[in-house]
């Protein structure tokens, strides 16, 4: 069984930062893409950052790149999102994913998913 955990969410204010953490179990880690989305309210899901399941290639939104890095360690089985300098658009609930290469933003396409976590940015 598939479990993808996120942590880290929080309030926080605008130009803070926040790390948020994916632990995965029950899936061969080292062998999926890796990907955080997020979803606010009354909006469809997006896609934010992905990660290959060698590390080797990062994917980043238009609208968080420079401020957001993804990362992942695979003795760990984790997956990381690091988000800096965060603006009141950013919030929204936080998803983490996993995948079979190859990488794509259509959320639909993701196998499997964590619970999210929400992150709330103030101004």
């Known amino acids: 069984q598939v479990q993808l955990v996120e942590s880290g969410g929080g309030l926080v204010q605008a130009e803070d930062s926040l790390r948020l953490s994916c632990a995965a179990s029950g899936l061969t880690f080292n062998r999926y893409g890796m990907g955080w989305f997020r979803q606010a309210p009354g909006k469809e899901r997006e896609f934010v950052s992905g990660?290959?399941?060698?590390?080797?290639?990062?994917y980043y939104a238009d609208s968080v790149k420079g401020r957001f890095t993804i990362s992942r360690d695979n003795a760990k089985n984790t997956v990381y999102l690091q988000m800096n300098s965060l603006k009141p658009e950013d919030t929204a609930v936080y998803y983490c994913?996993?995948?079979?290469?190859?990488?794509?933003?259509?959320?639909?396409?993701?196998?499997?998913w964590g619970q999210g976590t929400q992150v709330t940015v103030s101004s």
């Open positions: 994913a996993a995948d079979h290469p190859p990488m794509t933003e259509k959320y639909y396409i993701w196998d499997y």
């Open positions: 990660i290959s399941w060698t590390g080797g290639n990062t």
